[in-house]
Each structure stands twice: as structure tokens, then as C-alpha cells.
């Protein structure tokens, strides 16, 4: 079993930059890849961006790419999202997951974290 505890989200204006942490609660991290998801009001849970368990491979969504950046400590537990230059769309409760699929991770979810970007 994964515990992923997300912290990090909080209102910030359109072209600000946040960084999003999830701490994972197991001694096997670094055998899991990672991924981050959202999901805004009324709308079905997305894929944002994903890395693999040694950190040597990253993938994003098209409306992300360019602006988000995902990375990991191994050493740490813990999975990050650097978020730049943000936009309004950008909206929405953000989880992080764990799992063996690469770049799909779902077996394990967090509780998520609101980012709010204001216009």
C-alpha cells in the first residue's frame, strides 16, 4: 500500500509559477512511476504529466508542455510539478498517483490539492 500526501496548491495569478510536492509513505518509491492529474469543476479527472521510476523519462499533455515541468527525489520520496506560467485553465484540483503503467500511474491516488489561478 502507497500513502501520497500532495501539498503545494493554493490562488495565484495568471502567469505566476507554483511547485506542487507529493510525499509518498513507502520504501519502494523509486519502483513506481509517478504521475500528476486534475480535475476541474464539472469536468472528468485529467492527465497532466508523468515520469518513470528512475526519473529518465517524462511525458505531458499537449496543453501543459512547455510550461509544467514534473521531477522526483528518489532519496526523498517524493514527486514534484513545476508549474509556470499559469492560466486561468489551469484550474482544478491536481492528484498525484503512483503505479507500474508508464505514462498512465493509477494504482494510487492522493487526496489533491487546489490550484486556483486567478485572471
Known amino acids: 500500500q502507497v500513502q501520497l500526501v500532495e501539498s503545494g496548491g493554493e490562488l495565484v495569478q495568471a502567469g505566476g509559477s507554483l511547485r506542487l510536492s507529493c510525499a509518498a509513505s513507502?520504501?519502494?518509491?523509486?519502483?513506481?512511476?509517478m504521475g500528476w492529474f486534475r480535475q476541474a469543476p464539472g469536468k472528468e479527472r485529467e492527465f497532466v504529466a508523468a515520469?518513470?521510476?528512475?526519473?529518465?523519462?517524462?511525458y505531458y499533455s499537449d496543453s501543459v508542455k512547455g510550461r509544467f515541468t514534473i521531477s522526483r527525489d528518489n532519496a526523498k520520496n517524493t514527486v514534484y510539478l513545476q508549474m509556470n506560467s499559469l492560466k486561468p485553465e489551469d484550474t482544478a484540483v491536481y492528484y498525484c498517483?503512483?503505479?507500474?503503467?508508464?505514462?498512465?500511474?493509477?494504482?494510487?491516488w492522493g487526496q489533491g490539492t487546489q490550484v486556483t489561478v486567478s485572471s
Open positions: 515520469i518513470n521510476w528512475s526519473g529518465g523519462s517524462t
Open positions: 513507502t520504501r519502494t518509491f523509486s519502483r513506481y512511476n
Open positions: 498517483a503512483a503505479g507500474g503503467s508508464y505514462p498512465n500511474p493509477h494504482d494510487y
